[in-house]
């Protein structure tokens, strides 16, 4: 490696020589190698020299985080621990047990599985003989678990990190990694119970969390393959023309339809009519309309999904969620793997338009500021794994973690109030100089008693600087030793807050410290 850029400047050399000869002979090429392309070739190896460093063969490089990818810093990662805490406290309310999978899986296990988007997969090179891929969500490795180890009923939550070769929009919470939490329920019951408590538990989490105003649409596979049928899709663009429909919060209809079009090949009846449905959306009213639909009620498959979309509102309202969820036609979710109930949670910036039949002319009266959630039913992925093709149904939902943590960062950076990132509650201090000792002790029966304590790592620290530390991190206590305080057993405990203080008996100390923390 040290000889390389010495080589590099050698060859750069030879070449802007012969590009003078060339130039002073007033020719276009020698030998077939024409200026330009010798102008190339230095450009490459000027690169490459300055990417390997000097000629003394030291090796220079930018410090920085991979495309796609950052680092939390401690307020970050205090802001994400409690978003974690609240999400998983979610989880475990509605009965929920956890398991984990490696972060890598066999290439044919994700292939096939995500539409399109699989070319956002990040493929390894082969090591051992195996072909492996990077996670690309914790739903199709759920499925692996649960064929691989016969499991037909189990109710449980995931939150890990998953990786996609996404172009990054850091800004909105948008990486190449980033973490996913995600709720499912696999096991045969009846009919929209399990569907209702999914989008129960999104209200849940997103209402605690406080992000402002959120609206959940919800749609379902079959109705869109019936919508698809009757307007004139061709079975084999089912697909291609759901994943161009998924694009509509992103583009406007005239772009989409634009893309069925010119770059799907569907005709221009078949994309209007499509058209004319999309831009529905209302509640369990719609669902009733469309089963009267002339064109909608030929299709059989769009009846079921019709029929399960109001037995969903039914259990919706008595979760009382339904203020905030709308069925809308508009909804596709790209993933192929989903078969029936399809949702999606978007922040709103204005509140969120009532779910009512006048919310049926295809206005909105909020604007979407992105998705923070999203799910649905897929009863068929398990089977794909398992050797005699039985199935497990399962329905679940994944909660957009990483927009969420970049609007509660925004939130705390526009707020006065201050972040805590540690959780010590007292800190043990002296008076006087040599007491590191009997500060010691203390800070000892402190931590073996459950209590968050901390000392300053210095023998005889001013007490100036130890109040000031407190101020700084947020220590809410001081458990105060001097001399006098060491004679009398007792501790003076301050209130960093209020600086009031107090003699407490040392006995006393640890039952005073669990009552006031």
Known sequence: MTMLPLSCVRVCSGLAALRTAICLHHTRSVSGITVSQIDEEVAKLLELKARLGGDDGKHQFVLKTPKGTRDYNPKQMAIREKVFNTITRC???????????????????????????????????????????????????????????????????????????????????????????????????????????????????????????????????????????????????????????????????????????????????????????????????????????????????????????????????????????????????????????????????????????????????????????????????VGMFDPKGRKVPCVGVSIGIERIFSIMEQKAEASAEKVRTTEVQVLVASAQKNLLEERLRLVTELWNAGIKAEVMYKKNPKLLSQLQLCEETGIPLVAILGEQELKDGVVKLRVVATREEVDISRLDLISELKRRT
Not at 244 to 271: C, F, I, Q
Not at 316 to 328: A, E, G, P, R
């Open 91 to 381: 989880f475990k309310r509605h009965g929920a047990e956890t398991i984990d999978t490696p972060v890598f899986e066999l290439k044919e296990t994700l292939t096939g599985k995500y539409g399109e988007d699989s070319k956002l997969i990040y493929d390894l090179k082969d090591q051992g003989g195996e072909l492996l891929s990077l996670r690309y969500d914790l739903t199709v490795p759920f499925a692996r678990y649960l064929a691989m180890n016969k499991i037909t009923n189990i109710k449980r939550y995931h939150i890990a990190k998953v990786y996609r070769r996404d172009n990054p929009a850091m800004t909105r919470g948008r990486y190449r990694e980033f973490y996913q939490c995600d709720f499912d329920i696999a096991g045969q019951y009846d009919a929209m119970i399990p569907d209702a408590e999914c989008l129960k538990i999104v209200h849940e989490i997103l209402s605690e969390l406080e992000l402002g105003d959120f609206r959940i649409k919800v749609n379902d596979r079959r109705i869109l393959d019936g919508m698809f049928a009757v307007c004139g899709v061709p079975d084999d663009k089912f697909r291609t023309i759901c994943s161009t429909v998924d694009k509509l919060d992103k583009m406007p209809w005239e772009d989409v339809r634009k893309e069925m079009v010119d770059e799907k090949g569907l005709s221009e009846e078949a994309a209007d009519q499509i058209g004319e449905y999309v831009s529905l959306h209302g509640g369990m009213d719609l669902a009733e309309r469309l089963l009267q639909d002339p064109r909608m009620s030929q299709s059989k498959q769009a009846c079921a999904g019709l029929s399960d979309i109001k037995l969903l509102f039914s259990y919706l309202q008595l979760f009382q969620v339904t203020d905030k969820v709308v069925f809308d036609l508009s909804l596709a979710r790209g993933l192929d793997y989903y078969t029936g109930v399809i949702y999606e949670a978007v922040l709103t910036q204005a509140g969120v338009a009532p779910v009512s039949s006048d919310a049926q002319n295809g206005e909105e009266d909020c604007i979407s500021v992105g998705s923070v959630a999203g799910g649905g039913r897929y009863d068929g992925l």
